[in-house]
């Protein structure tokens, strides 16, 4: 069983906006940090938001600051990734990931650290 569940990716046009879900699938989420990543082709896996269990911080890559939004919707058991301004760049799968994280303060940047992944869901901008 996948542990999270992304959707919400899709093709949009340049300045466009997704918002991307993020689902717990026999996790709770507001017991861990979350985080989203993105990977376009013949790239690494960049790191574009996070945000702390209690949901007081958050922190964003220079490249989608100011243009996205990461939320927690705890009744729902989701996060949420709010783009916009959509940039043909941004093309990518775009993965949700949750790290087991003690504190309910901190937030990591470092995929590496992140316990559980989703499939990813694609996003496409065009020009």
């Known amino acids: 069983q996948v542990p999270l569940v992304e959707s919400g990716g899709g093709l949009v046009q340049a300045g466009g906006s997704l918002r991307l879900s993020c689902a717990g699938s026999g996790l709770t989420l507001n017991m861990y940090a979350m985080g989203w990543f993105r990977q376009a082709p013949g790239k690494e896996r960049e790191f574009i938001a996070a945000i702390n269990r209690s949901g007081g911080a958050t922190y964003y890559a220079d490249s989608v600051k100011g243009r996205c939004t990461i939320s927690r919707g705890n009744a729902k058991n989701t996060v949420y990734l709010q783009m916009n301004s959509l940039k043909p760049e941004d093309t990518a799968v775009y993965y949700c990931?949750?790290?087991?994280?003690?504190?309910?303060?901190?937030?990591?940047?470092?995929?590496?650290?992140?316990?559980?992944w989703g499939q990813g869901t694609q996003v496409t901008v065009s020009s």
């Open positions: 990931a949750a790290e087991d994280l003690a504190s309910t303060h901190f937030v990591h940047t470092d995929a590496a650290l992140y316990d559980y």
